[in-house]
């Protein structure tokens, strides 16, 4: 339907309608009032999708003594988080003895297997990796271990970790003060000829990519392997917002890609949003409330509130699950419905 720019409508978000070309937005105990001038219909799940990303690899252990770091401490992480409602982890890996984010297949293969025996969460593996890896040391989890899912990131950007360094006096491991300064030159590479590759390769290994946007752009990117037949329909997308060097974690920017997406895919996607740092609560909440997903997770945010350490994943997937329930009138997802709904092939069918 259509509407002048001027109209009001006021609707329960558990209509869970995407929404196009809006100026506004707020919640208002649980209800959206938008000013906009129509509507489209995108892929969506009754109940939300909620992911943790567990360590990643943009936070360094100076940073949190709550931070995973070994092993041991990622698989329990992820577990418990599944426990408090995260239908998909997220995995990255890093060396037990520094926390340094690292492309070990070995630690990889550790914590997917102990991961896969203790829950059905759907594992999801990163080929981003860090900033810092060739694409191949990123990419060489899909053929070694066959994910259900992995992270396909979209397009390069400048990827700047190193405002980081303004926040502390000192850092407990010598490579942390490498890591974030090398960040101020840095290009995160992810080029037409390498996602050439990458995108067939996922599909090959039968693991769905979820797509990582860090920007408008990206979804050009996107829409440009559809049309020429690389990249399969339907897709689903993860809205990476507030990196340093892409989109900013920002409500209208959010309103901005959905909007885009809708432009390009019309009803042959789905999403789920990351604002990282403080934005990880307000752009998740606003997410499952427009019918899409959150991430949450220590990759993304350390804390639980302002000022206030997160002592556990489990303990931002907790909060997540009830703004989730409470705010939109949604439940959230079951591994079972997340693989029904993306066409996963299954835990049986991975390589670990």
Not at 38 to 46: A, E, I, K
Not at 280 to 302: C, Y
Request: proline letters at 4%; charged letters at 25%.
């Amino acid at each position: 339907m259509r509407r002048s720019q001027n109209d009001k409508l006021e609707f329960s978000i558990i209509e869970q309608q995407s929404i196009s070309l809006m100026t506004s937005v707020s919640v208002l105990t649980g209800t959206f009032i938008l000013e906009c001038v129509s509507f489209n219909l995108m892929r969506t799940l009754d109940n939300a999708i909620v992911t943790c990303a567990v360590t990643g690899a943009i936070h360094v252990p100076t940073m949190s003594p709550y931070l995973p770091i070994t092993p041991d401490k990622i698989v329990e992480e992820a577990v418990v988080a599944a426990d408090a409602g995260a239908s998909i982890v997220h995995l990255h890996v890093r060396d037990p003895e520094t926390g340094e984010p690292t492309s070990d297949l070995e630690l990889f293969r550790s914590v997917a297997e102990r991961v896969k025996d203790r829950c059905d969460a759907v594992i999801q593996l990163t080929t981003g990796g860090a900033p810092t890896m060739s694409v191949e040391e990123r990419t060489a989890v899909v053929p070694e271990l066959e994910p259900e899912m992995a992270s396909c990131n979209m397009g390069s950007i400048n990827f700047g970790l190193y405002p980081i360094l303004d926040a502390f006096d000192e850092f407990e491991y010598e490579w942390e003060t490498e890591y974030l300064e090398g960040s101020r030159d840095l290009i995160f590479p992810n080029t037409f000829e390498s996602l050439e590759k990458i995108i067939p390769m996922f599909q090959s290994y039968g693991t769905m990519p979820e797509l990582e946007v860090y920007d408008v752009g990206h979804l050009y990117n996107a829409k440009h392997f559809v049309d020429r037949g690389i990249l399969e329909t339907p897709i689903h997308i993860q809205f990476v917002m507030g990196i340093h060097g892409g989109i900013s974690a920002d409500h209208d920017h959010l309103l901005h890609l959905v909007d885009t997406a809708e432009k390009l895919f019309g009803d042959d996607f789905s999403y789920s949003v990351i604002g990282a740092g403080r934005m990880q609560m307000a752009l998740g909440t606003t997410a499952v409330n427009m019918g899409g997903n959150a991430r949450v997770g220590l990759e993304d945010s350390l804390y639980i509130r302002k000022g206030e350490l997160a002592e556990s994943n489990a303990q931002q997937v907790e909060k997540m699950v009830e703004l989730t329930r409470e705010v939109s009138g949604r439940d959230v997802a079951s591994p079972e419905e997340v693989r029904s709904f993306l066409g996963l092939k299954g835990q049986d069918n991975v390589a670990f």
